[in-house]
């Protein structure tokens, strides 16, 4: 009967395919710059095999069977989290085709790589026709391979909703769990290998080596900060929705790490700014730039753990949308000045630093910390300590919640920290200086693909769960489903006449009327804050309280009862209007101590709340007949009320396993 209910089977909105398409897109992106960055690893001999070529289809293989098995797993998993989505070819085919949009640019580096090597030792032309192959295949298996794997997947996945313990099961307490010691090696490894490297390229004779190609840079770092960019706004747009602000903050960090990157990209010398004056400044944009993609970010993303987050989410003025606008007007007015006007901005950096920026670095053949180690122990050293910070909180959501998505955060911080590093000492077009750009992609990669799963893990469960449960979830505040003892308030409801309705009506037009009540019923739960227990048939049963206070509980449960009143009015008076049938409902709520846990069989459960409470509340609503009122609470809600309500005494009346009556109020 509730099978049509949006609450259980939501048709596939903007936010849902956004999701997905930002799923295949991390996806395509990791696929996509591990090549690259292989291709250039061999292309410069930092790899130094017999057969480059060999090496590099071999390596394309393992990194496809990656991807594949990534996409397969990627799709399983929004489905269940996700739920209820429509396998039309429509759907389907705007999800991919989005996603390639997207994503196709980020191959244009491996494009770039793969020409460069079908020339090599040529006069003119192609000498080396399976590099312009390998570059083929690499666009299939992006553009087509993983797509399909990802949407045969989602077709056989089980798209039937999901019970409450298993959404928050699947949610709180994972399969998949990062250990300890699994996580102090991850955590020491993306600590150690990034700066091992760096030391050993600005040390070792690989110091000398220089990757001079402005080409490559400005296509790396352009369309790297356009993918970061594009995704961010997706996750914005589903974290917008929830006016979640974590999830937002994380976000706008994200977007301004990609837009002011794209600045740095855009001005590389000798591409789009070429000759005089403009070429000059643009060695001063760059590097002002490529300090602003990393500090602006930094002070984002430390934001969210500090207490100006919480002031941030009780101020009416400041809102995400708003702060949104304000970010994205302040970097795209940027971004066209320092295309238009590199002049002004190079003038503005070189005034802020004190010196001309471009010429201390000694033609690019400097670093930063070189020019100024003022600069770099104060500016950049300041973005290191931020990102640490930001690395320090997030490890401690992690810990309480072992969640690969907590971790990935982690990680991704610590790599732009590393980027930062690495921007300050290494020169130029050094190797140093590449593997900077390498820190920061794998950061966005890792950051976005956190983020996206955490929203998947959010709208799944904000399907069942009101907003506060679902904080406390998502963050590891793991809530026992072997039973736990709390006081909670248990509001029950029932259509009256829908049994007779069923029987004169089509089974078609019962259904319809029936879903038509439950939905505001439903929704009324959901808005103040309850817990949708289940579906009884032609009502619901719901739980408020048992995650917060008691009395506030009770409140939430009579503000439900006066809005299903007001709703359903409402839709009666709608189907008045209309010459349809109307029916009529009752309401019960009582407060008390209840036993919240999972029942059911293991692979198929509800978390539900069982005990003498709970008899007395569906008790309340059968008295709903007798009394001839709609809304009836039980004397312990009553007493929780404290006068937020009009009560009307109602007298007393006798309840099933008690044996003094029980005095019970209507809600005027």
């Not at 795209?332 to 802020?352: F, G, K, N, S």
């Not at 003022?374 to 931020?386: C, D, I, K, N």
Request: hydrophobic share 50%; charged share 15%; with cysteine.
């Amino acid at each position: 009967m509730v099978d049509d209910l949006p609450l259980e089977r939501p048709r596939p909105q903007l936010r849902t395919l956004t999701l997905l398409v930002g799923r295949i897109t991390t996806i395509k992106l990791a696929y996509w710059s591990a090549l690259t960055v292989a291709e250039i690893a061999l292309a410069t001999r930092v790899l130094a095999v017999g057969d480059p070529f060999a090496a590099s289809v071999a390596f394309a293989v393992l990194t496809t069977l990656a991807a594949c098995a990534w996409a397969a797993w990627s799709a399983r998993a929004s489905d269940q989290r996700l739920g209820g989505l429509e396998r039309s070819i429509p759907t389907v085919a705007t999800t991919f085709l989005a996603a390639s949009v997207v994503a196709t640019p980020a191959s244009l580096p491996l494009l770039f790589v793969e020409i460069q090597r079908a020339g090599d030792g040529c006069v003119s032309g192609i000498c080396h026709w399976q590099a312009v192959w390998y570059w083929v295949a690499a666009m299939a298996v992006g553009t087509v391979l993983i797509p399909a794997v990802f949407a045969l997947r989602m077709r056989r996945a089980d798209v039937s909703p999901p019970g409450l313990a298993e959404m928050e099961g699947a949610m709180a307490m994972p399969r998949w769990r990062i250990g300890v010691g699994a996580w102090s090696f991850a955590v020491a490894a993306a600590i150690a290998v990034p700066l091992g490297v760096l030391a050993y390229v600005l040390a070792s004779p690989l110091a000398g080596i220089r990757l001079d190609d402005a080409v490559q840079h400005f296509t790396v770092t352009s369309n790297v900060s356009l993918l970061a960019a594009a995704v961010s706004l997706g996750v914005l747009r589903s974290a917008l929705d929830r006016e979640h602000w974590p999830s937002a903050l994380v976000g706008l960090g994200f977007l301004s790490l990609g837009g002011l990157f794209l600045a740095h990209g855009l001005t590389t010398p000798g591409v789009l700014l070429r000759g005089g004056s403009r070429e000059l400044a643009a060695g001063s944009v760059v590097a002002f730039s490529g300090q602003l993609a990393m500090s602006v970010p930094a002070v984002l993303f430390a934001i969210r753990y500090t207490p100006v987050r919480a002031a941030l989410e009780r101020s009416r003025v400041v809102t995400p949308f708003r702060l949104l606008v304000a970010v994205a007007v302040a970097i795209v007015v940027y971004d066209v000045a320092a295309l238009a006007q590199p002049v002004w901005i190079a003038h503005m950096a070189d005034t802020m630093a004190g010196y001309d920026i471009a010429n201390a670095y000694s033609g690019y053949n400097g670093s930063a910390f070189q020019a100024d180690p003022a600069y770099a122990l104060s500016v950049g050293g300041a973005t290191v300590l931020l990102l640490a910070f930001s690395a320090y909180r997030q490890s401690a959501e992690f810990g309480r919640s072992r969640l690969p998505t907590h971790a990935a955060l982690v990680l991704a911080f610590l790599f732009q920290a590393e980027a930062q590093v690495a921007a300050l000492l290494s020169p130029t077009f050094s190797l140093g200086f590449w593997e900077y750009h390498a820190l920061l992609g794998s950061a966005t990669v890792l950051a976005v693909g956190a983020i996206f799963l955490e929203l998947d893990r959010r709208r799944g469960l904000e399907r069942f769960l009101p907003p506060t449960v679902v904080e406390r979830v998502v963050t590891g505040d793991q809530m026992s489903l072997m039973g736990q003892r709390r006081t909670a308030t248990i509001l029950f409801t029932d259509l009256r006449g829908s049994t007779a309705l069923a029987e004169r009506a089509t089974p078609e037009a019962a259904v319809a009327t029936v879903n038509a009540y439950l939905r505001a019923m439903a929704r009324a739960v959901i808005d103040e804050g309850g817990i949708l227990d289940k579906f009884t048939g032609d009502g619901l049963m719901a739980i408020f309280g048992a995650m917060g206070d008691a009395k506030s509980g009770a409140a939430a449960a009579a503000r439900a009862a006066l809005r299903m009143r007001a709703d359903l009015a409402a839709v009666n008076a709608e189907r008045s209007a209309r010459g349809e049938p109307t029916v009529g409902y009752g309401v019960g709520i009582n407060t008390g101590d209840v036993v919240l846990g999972a029942v059911g069989l293991p692979e198929r459960s509800d978390y539900t709340a069982m005990g003498d409470t709970v008899n007395t509340a569906a008790r309340m609503e059968s008295l709903t007949k007798d009394l001839g009122t709609d809304v009836v609470v039980s004397e312990a809600t009553a007493a929780q009320l404290d006068g937020t309500v009009t009560l009307r005494p109602l007298g007393t009346a006798s309840v099933k396993g008690k044996s003094a009556p029980v005095a019970v109020f209507a809600i005027s």
